[in-house]
């Protein structure tokens, strides 16, 4: 499925998912924060089992799903349309909504930066795996290799989180995302296969701690 990336594309690529990159990503912790209060993460070991449930059965995995229908379909403004309406409609909370949809907007305006026709077709609100699914696509990044390094830009933010929360400390974080990189490969490769009727997940905790973190009093971050 995949020839490699050019230099440019890599670049490129590189930049949109660095943490530097102006999206604000660091504010979000996708419950992660609600889920530290409860004590359901707690610890290194907690912190990593709860990032392999959300890659294989959460929200995670829906938005590989949904980034790969974007990039299939960046040229179709109808179907972009379509896609994003689902991804907005599949957010758990309120939270959750605000956050895609947040990031999504914040990464067209970034990645604008790199012009290409690809941005008209995209609806004003987009949520974050369409926006960055269909502009890969269209700056000619292959579909296992884009989903891969979006999957691991998400797991390393949740990972800053857990640091951030003192769930775990550097070391212990560094050594999380290595030890699931096989995971977040086997996910990419499965999600660039699927389609939209692999959609679902079985994450409720997960949902449960993002809808708790709405009403939580001292919290750190947005989500």
Request: glycine share 8%.
């Amino acid at each position: 499925m995949s020839q490699g990336l050019d230099t440019p594309a890599l670049l490129r690529l590189m930049a949109w998912l660095s943490p530097a990159f102006p999206i604000g990503g660091f504010a979000w912790s996708g419950g992660l924060e609600r889920a530290a209060f409860d004590g359901l993460v707690k610890d290194a070991g907690s912190l990593a089992g709860w990032l392999s449930t959300l890659l294989q059965h959460g929200a995670l995995w829906n938005d590989a799903v949904l980034f790969a229908e974007a990039w299939r379909q960046f040229e179709d403004e109808a179907s972009l349309k379509e896609i994003a309406a689902l991804a907005l409609a599949l957010a758990g909370s309120a939270e959750r909504f605000t956050e895609t949809l947040s990031l999504g907007k914040a990464f067209v305006v970034a990645a604008s930066a790199w012009p290409h026709p690809a941005f008209d077709r995209l609806p004003k609100d987009v949520p974050f795996p369409v926006a960055v699914g269909s502009v890969a696509a269209a700056h000619g990044v292959p579909l296992d290799q884009a989903l891969a390094a979006y999957l691991h830009a998400m797991v390393s933010q949740s990972v800053s989180a857990g640091i951030r929360l003192g769930v775990c400390g550097q070391t212990e974080g560094v050594k999380i995302l290595a030890d699931l990189e096989g995971l977040i490969e086997e996910v990419a490769k499965n999600a660039a296969r699927a389609t939209t009727d692999d959609l679902g997940g079985a994450t409720v905790q997960a949902e449960i701690a993002s809808l708790q973190h709405e009403t939580q009093n001292t919290r750190l971050f947005r989500s």
